[in-house]
């Protein structure tokens, strides 16, 4: 048994290209995204339709262009030009000033204004005009304030847990889920195929091993250098990202260890399905990855999708793990509150490994 | 065909990997109509040489010609004329014996009446007829080795390049894929055959063997034992490789 | 030509022979369309509130009760001990915190000014801020009646009405950008997959050497192999926009025949990269990883469920090489926006250039002797 396991440990550190998939990717990936991604508004190109040309929608203007939510493109001359504008893509946004904007704002105390927005995009459309709205609001306010001082009710913003609002807060716990997910579904599931592609299974199974210790000795190393490439992770988005640490490490690492073990049983599930190492890839990438990013949490709130999906995500292992590394880094929470998710984890991992078994053995019989 | 024309001309043939040398000005010829033996140690060189023939590789120096053309300039043409038969198995296990044989009938611009013929003709000659359903990878062995063989073929090319071909196979098949090969001689084919079985040795009208890069000797069969003065190819082969 | 259409017919022998291939190339494709497109949504609606109410009085009662009104807030509980509330958001049963100070009704009459303290769980950044607007919007609005009604002062306070229009989508139904942005992710996954793990095999299995000593040309090749895959991922296409347009009403202003044609390029392209990848790696396993890589970052870049401009710059210059990025743009533009030939011809230039490029240097690669 051990000697086996010395084998298959020899075998994947031989093999350059696969601690490159194992280390290489991860990294880059987390790196990458952990930059790139921001859901939150900013450099939005705005268009500008001002048919009053006066002091206030100046002022307007400039307020919504210096809040670092939008950039401005271009100043519009009738609202024929609206439709081409956003035809070219660029634009997601025109605020179209009316006539006389300033004389009815004080004149009468009302003025109007449109806001038209691209809503090809219905998420960034809604939070575009959120912004917006809360730009003039402010304006309003502010306007007002300037010559007396009304009933004032101040509500006081306190931003839990992320009080700088960084999107890396939510990207980095959800890109850990999916590159550990991926990397160890692929790997075993791969690895497994394709002794039984190239005959060496057959080999095995003749040997006095016994089956469980054949897979046993095939998932060890990767359990092993998954979890290595975890707490690779881990410490680049401390030190790289900056995300809290405020839980228990220990909690942290054996969650972590069982997703992973979790991440392998799937994959050993998907070997025991698939034939041909093509179909063995297709179906932990193709089939898993876009699930994975969708139905986890990991961009879209999983809270906002229509019910019979929120059931469904509860089938998917990664939207339990993405709880437990956002409650224990982020919120600090201890054993307490992450052992219902855990313990769902754990059903799974054994569902997958009875599941694999039972498989295993039909096929031999 | 002209009976007398060289089907390979091999002259000064040097192939290198780096400083490693491979192939040491190898000069040979092979007639039409000959079964030429390429004999040597696993390492010496064989399947270098053969895939420089069949325009795999590319020669580091020296003057090649298959079938007439030129290995630098006509290697299309050279392509058209050849068979080749590879060490590792060549057909596609995913599909049937018709399938493989309309694919590669296909790729040799057969027409659609030529492929149909050959397909019964070798269901027939091989009495497949019990696998014609079934995919390649469920043929024995030995019935997979002869068809890779008239697949090989299938376009009649004037020369085949055989990498050991019997590897594997049982003493009785490996007799049966001779008979083939001498039958296709008979019909005028040059057949250049890789082999490290020395009782297939002495079915080649020719063999040379290959120690370390360099051709060591080049004789018929008979001829080789005389001058060695031992009573088999094997013994030869033993005397040459132990230097 | 005939050699093609031999080596088509065989490659299509081959990917069909598993039987795992056909619901793997046809079924999941568009289960994951039908199923996926409900998820991608930024809408925040229902937000699980708590309100620690220390004051207990009319006004504080009128203030719980337009949260209370409100069509994005359930009202979870009313607590005067904060404590429980804090747990409760500790457990991620709450996602909002109001917290009504004692004397905030004596305050605000008699100092005519109080705080109220809105805490937001912002894991979730661009959420929280949207939540946090919510609720600042609410407590703005009571603050106004409150004026009017309880201090009786006449209106002179201006306002600026403003009167949102949202077009091409005024439903803002997310699924019409979320159905061709998920088709075009599903097509680009699978052609590249299944081009990038193509060669590779020939190569791991050694039929390769048997292919190149045929007098097959390398042109003749390439399309061989090219052809089966984009005959699938085109019929893929075709599939998904008949959803699109039956099951999920995505209004398709724009010219079908252009979308068709423009799709056929971006798929050579996407074919292209696959084949490239197939003839850099020496086995199916590093192909794949490879091409999870790229489509990764292509999928996370393209801008579909982030928005690009809120990239750094260097990352928003990535996708020039993106070409997800170009085909959603162009997608998005013509079937939701009804834009014409004229208004994306740049895209279209940057797809065919691209694919002949990378056709090019899949060519280029493939050689048949070393």
Same mark, same amino acid.
Not at chain 1, 119 to 146: C, F, G, H, K, L
Not at chain 2, 152 to 170: R, S
Not at chain 2, 218 to 240: H, M, N, Q, R, Y
């Given at each position: 048994m051990r000697i086996f396991i010395i084998k298959e440990f020899l075998q994947i550190f031989r093999d350059k290209r696969t601690m490159v998939i194992l280390f290489g990717i991860p990294i880059v990936q987390i790196l990458l995204f952990g930059f790139a991604l921001k859901n939150d508004i900013k450099n939005v190109q705005i268009s500008i339709l001002d048919q009053s040309k006066d002091l206030y929608t100046q002022e307007l203007t400039n307020k919504l262009v210096s809040s670092g939510y939008f950039i401005l493109n271009s100043n519009l001359q009738n609202t024929d030009e609206i439709e081409g504008i956003f035809k070219k893509g660029k634009v997601r946004e025109v605020i179209v000033f009316e006539p006389q904007f300033g004389e009815n704002l004080i004149k009468d105390g009302r003025a109007n204004v449109q806001i038209i927005t691209d809503a090809s995009d219905p998420n960034t459309a809604n939070m575009v005009y959120s912004y917006t709205q809360a730009i003039i609001s402010d304006y309003v306010q502010e306007i007002n304030t300037r010559n007396e001082k009304p009933v004032m009710i101040i509500p006081q913003s306190q931003m839990r847990y992320n009080p700088e609002l960084e999107s890396v807060f939510m990207f980095v716990p959800g890109l850990i889920t999916i590159?550990?997910?991926?990397?160890?579904?692929?790997? %075993?599931?791969?690895?497994?195929?394709?002794?039984?592609?190239?005959?060496?299974?057959?080999?095995?199974?003749?040997?006095?091993?016994?089956?469980?210790? &054949?897979?046993l000795g095939k998932v060890l190393p990767y359990v092993f250098l998954s979890f290595i490439s975890a707490i690779l992770i881990l410490l680049m988005s401390y030190f790289v990202f900056h995300m809290p640490f405020s839980g228990s490490l220990v909690l942290l690492l054996s969650s972590s260890l069982l997703f992973i073990i979790l991440a392998l049983a799937l994959g050993l599930f998907i070997s025991t399905v698939s034939k041909t190492q093509q179909v063995a890839m297709l179906l932990s990438m193709f089939?898993?990855?876009?699930? %994975? &990013?969708?139905?986890?949490?990991?961009?879209?709130?999983?809270?906002?999708?229509?019910?019979?999906?929120?059931?469904?995500?509860?089938?998917?292992?990664?939207?339990?793990?993405?709880?437990?590394?956002?409650? &224990?880094?982020?919120?600090?929470?201890?054993?307490?509150?992450?052992?219902?998710?855990?313990?769902?984890?754990?059903?799974? %991992?054994?569902?997958?490994?009875?599941?694999?078994?039972?498989?295993?053995?039909?096929r031999l019989e | 065909m002209e009976n007398n024309k060289k089907q390979v001309v091999v002259k000064d043939l040097v192939k290198k990997f780096g400083s490693f040398?491979?192939?040491?000005?190898? @000069?040979?010829?092979?007639?039409?109509?000959?079964?030429?033996?390429?004999?040597?140690?696993?390492?010496?060189?064989?399947?270098?040489?053969?895939?420089?023939?069949?325009?795999?590789?590319?020669? @580091?120096?020296g003057e090649v010609k298959v079938a007439g053309f030129d290995i630098y300039k006509q290697r299309e043409q050279i392509k058209k004329s050849i068979g080749y038969m590879s060490q590792k198995f060549s057909l596609y296990d995913d599909l049937t014996i018709a399938e493989n044989i309309r694919f590669y009938g296909g790729i040799y611009g057969l027409n659609r009446q030529q492929i149909k013929l050959k397909t019964s003709d070798y269901m027939d000659s091989l009495s497949l007829h019990e696998y014609a359903s079934s995919r390649v990878e469920e043929l024995p062995l030995g019935i997979k080795q002869k068809l890779s063989f008239m697949v090989a073929i299938l376009h009649e090319p004037p020369i085949v390049f055989l990498d050991e071909p019997t590897g594997g196979v049982d003493p009785l098949t490996r007799r049966q894929f001779w008979e083939m090969i001498y039958q296709e001689a008979q019909n005028g084919k040059t057949i250049f055959v890789t082999t490290h079985y020395m009782d297939e040795a002495e079915y080649c009208h020719r063999v040379s063997i290959m120690v370390d890069g360099k051709i060591e000797a080049l004789d018929t069969p008979a001829g080789l034992k005389e001058k060695f003065g031992v009573d088999s190819v094997e013994k030869v082969f033993i005397k040459l490789a132990r230097g | 030509m005939k050699t093609i259409l031999y080596f088509i017919q065989k490659e299509f022998l081959q990917i069909f022979r598993d039987k795992m291939m056909l619901p793997i190339i046809f079924a999941i494709p568009i289960i994951q369309l039908l199923v996926l497109s409900y998820t991608a949504t930024y809408e925040i609606k229902k937000i699980d509130l708590g309100i620690v109410d220390l004051d207990r009085s009319v006004t504080s009662a009128n203030l719980i009760s337009k949260f209370e009104a409100s069509p994005f807030y359930i009202l979870k509980l009313v607590e005067p001990n904060y404590q429980v509330l804090d747990e409760m958001m /500790?457990?991620?049963?709450?996602? /909002?915190?109001?917290?009504?100070?004692?004397?905030?009704?004596?305050?605000?009459?008699?100092?005519?000014?109080?705080?109220?303290?809105?805490?937001?769980?912002?894991?979730?950044?661009?959420?929280?801020?949207?939540?946090?607007?919510?609720?600042?919007?609410?407590?703005?609005?009571?603050?106004?009646?409150?004026?009017?009604?309880?201090?009786?002062?006449?209106?002179?306070?201006? /306002? #600026?009405?403003?009167?949102?229009?949202?077009?091409y989508n005024p439903e803002l139904d997310y699924k019409t950008f979320m159905v061709p942005g998920i088709l075009v992710l599903l097509v680009t996954i699978i052609g590249l997959f299944l081009s990038a793990m193509n060669i590779v095999k020939e190569k791991e299995i050694g039929t390769i050497e048997q292919l190149n000593v045929t007098p097959i040309k390398k042109y003749q090749f390439i399309i061989g192999k090219l052809m089966p895959f984009w005959i699938i991922a085109m019929f893929d296409l075709g599939l998904g926009l008949i959803i699109a347009k039956f099951v999920f009403a995505v209004p398709m202003l724009g010219s079908i025949p252009l979308v068709i044609g423009v799709?056929?390029?971006?798929? #050579?392209?996407?074919?292209?990269?696959?084949?490239?990848?197939? =003839?850099?790696?020496? =086995? !199916? !396993? /590093?192909?794949?990883?490879?091409?999870?890589?790229?489509?990764?970052?292509?999928?996370?870049?393209?801008?579909?469920?982030?928005?690009?401009?809120?990239?750094?710059?260097?990352? !928003?210059?990535?996708?020039?090489?993106?070409?997800?990025?170009?085909?959603?743009?162009?997608?998005?533009?013509?079937?939701?926006?009804g834009s014409s030939f004229m208004d994306v011809w740049r895209n279209i230039v940057s797809i065919s250039i691209y694919a002949v490029v990378m056709l090019g240097l899949a060519t280029l690669r493939y050689r048949k002797h070393s």
């Amino acid at each position: 048994m051990r000697i086996f396991i010395i084998k298959e440990f020899l075998q994947i550190f031989r093999d350059k290209r696969t601690m490159v998939i194992l280390f290489g990717i991860p990294i880059v990936q987390i790196l990458l995204f952990g930059f790139a991604l921001k859901n939150d508004i900013k450099n939005v190109q705005i268009s500008i339709l001002d048919q009053s040309k006066d002091l206030y929608t100046q002022e307007l203007t400039n307020k919504l262009v210096s809040s670092g939510y939008f950039i401005l493109n271009s100043n519009l001359q009738n609202t024929d030009e609206i439709e081409g504008i956003f035809k070219k893509g660029k634009v997601r946004e025109v605020i179209v000033f009316e006539p006389q904007f300033g004389e009815n704002l004080i004149k009468d105390g009302r003025a109007n204004v449109q806001i038209i927005t691209d809503a090809s995009d219905p998420n960034t459309a809604n939070m575009v005009y959120s912004y917006t709205q809360a730009i003039i609001s402010d304006y309003v306010q502010e306007i007002n304030t300037r010559n007396e001082k009304p009933v004032m009710i101040i509500p006081q913003s306190q931003m839990r847990y992320n009080p700088e609002l960084e999107s890396v807060f939510m990207f980095v716990p959800g890109l850990i889920t999916i590159v550990l997910m991926l990397v160890s579904a692929m790997m %075993t599931s791969i690895s497994i195929t394709r002794e039984k592609e190239l005959g060496t299974m057959e080999v095995l199974l003749v040997s006095p091993v016994k089956p469980w210790q &054949i897979i046993l000795g095939k998932v060890l190393p990767y359990v092993f250098l998954s979890f290595i490439s975890a707490i690779l992770i881990l410490l680049m988005s401390y030190f790289v990202f900056h995300m809290p640490f405020s839980g228990s490490l220990v909690l942290l690492l054996s969650s972590s260890l069982l997703f992973i073990i979790l991440a392998l049983a799937l994959g050993l599930f998907i070997s025991t399905v698939s034939k041909t190492q093509q179909v063995a890839m297709l179906l932990s990438m193709f089939a898993l990855l876009l699930p %994975t &990013i969708l139905l986890s949490g990991f961009i879209f709130p999983i809270k906002n999708m229509p019910l019979a999906l929120q059931y469904f995500s509860h089938l998917m292992p990664p939207k339990w793990f993405v709880i437990v590394i956002k409650n &224990i880094m982020i919120k600090g929470n201890g054993i307490e509150l992450v052992w219902k998710e855990l313990l769902i984890l754990l059903g799974m %991992t054994m569902f997958f490994i009875v599941l694999s078994i039972k498989k295993f053995k039909i096929r031999l019989e | 065909m002209e009976n007398n024309k060289k089907q390979v001309v091999v002259k000064d043939l040097v192939k290198k990997f780096g400083s490693f040398v491979a192939n040491d000005h190898l @000069t040979f010829e092979v007639n039409s109509g000959e079964i030429f033996g390429f004999l040597g140690a696993n390492g010496a060189g064989k399947t270098t040489a053969i895939k420089i023939l069949c325009g795999l590789s590319a020669p @580091t120096s020296g003057e090649v010609k298959v079938a007439g053309f030129d290995i630098y300039k006509q290697r299309e043409q050279i392509k058209k004329s050849i068979g080749y038969m590879s060490q590792k198995f060549s057909l596609y296990d995913d599909l049937t014996i018709a399938e493989n044989i309309r694919f590669y009938g296909g790729i040799y611009g057969l027409n659609r009446q030529q492929i149909k013929l050959k397909t019964s003709d070798y269901m027939d000659s091989l009495s497949l007829h019990e696998y014609a359903s079934s995919r390649v990878e469920e043929l024995p062995l030995g019935i997979k080795q002869k068809l890779s063989f008239m697949v090989a073929i299938l376009h009649e090319p004037p020369i085949v390049f055989l990498d050991e071909p019997t590897g594997g196979v049982d003493p009785l098949t490996r007799r049966q894929f001779w008979e083939m090969i001498y039958q296709e001689a008979q019909n005028g084919k040059t057949i250049f055959v890789t082999t490290h079985y020395m009782d297939e040795a002495e079915y080649c009208h020719r063999v040379s063997i290959m120690v370390d890069g360099k051709i060591e000797a080049l004789d018929t069969p008979a001829g080789l034992k005389e001058k060695f003065g031992v009573d088999s190819v094997e013994k030869v082969f033993i005397k040459l490789a132990r230097g | 030509m005939k050699t093609i259409l031999y080596f088509i017919q065989k490659e299509f022998l081959q990917i069909f022979r598993d039987k795992m291939m056909l619901p793997i190339i046809f079924a999941i494709p568009i289960i994951q369309l039908l199923v996926l497109s409900y998820t991608a949504t930024y809408e925040i609606k229902k937000i699980d509130l708590g309100i620690v109410d220390l004051d207990r009085s009319v006004t504080s009662a009128n203030l719980i009760s337009k949260f209370e009104a409100s069509p994005f807030y359930i009202l979870k509980l009313v607590e005067p001990n904060y404590q429980v509330l804090d747990e409760m958001m /500790q457990e991620g049963e709450l996602e /909002q915190i109001i917290y009504i100070p004692q004397h905030f009704e004596q305050d605000l009459l008699i100092e005519n000014n109080t705080t109220v303290q809105v805490i937001t769980d912002a894991i979730n950044g661009s959420a929280a801020s949207l939540m946090s607007a919510y609720s600042v919007q609410i407590l703005g609005g009571f603050n106004k009646e409150f004026l009017i009604e309880e201090m009786m002062i006449p209106l002179g306070y201006r /306002q #600026i009405n403003n009167e949102v229009a949202y077009w091409y989508n005024p439903e803002l139904d997310y699924k019409t950008f979320m159905v061709p942005g998920i088709l075009v992710l599903l097509v680009t996954i699978i052609g590249l997959f299944l081009s990038a793990m193509n060669i590779v095999k020939e190569k791991e299995i050694g039929t390769i050497e048997q292919l190149n000593v045929t007098p097959i040309k390398k042109y003749q090749f390439i399309i061989g192999k090219l052809m089966p895959f984009w005959i699938i991922a085109m019929f893929d296409l075709g599939l998904g926009l008949i959803i699109a347009k039956f099951v999920f009403a995505v209004p398709m202003l724009g010219s079908i025949p252009l979308v068709i044609g423009v799709a056929g390029i971006y798929l #050579i392209l996407v074919l292209g990269i696959g084949l490239f990848i197939s =003839t850099l790696s020496d =086995t !199916q !396993q /590093q192909s794949m990883f490879i091409s999870w890589f790229f489509v990764m970052i292509f999928i996370l870049l393209s801008g579909l469920f982030t928005p690009v401009e809120n990239m750094p710059l260097w990352a !928003q210059k990535l996708n020039i090489l993106n070409p997800i990025a170009y085909f959603i743009e162009f997608m998005r533009l013509v079937l939701l926006k009804g834009s014409s030939f004229m208004d994306v011809w740049r895209n279209i230039v940057s797809i065919s250039i691209y694919a002949v490029v990378m056709l090019g240097l899949a060519t280029l690669r493939y050689r048949k002797h070393s």
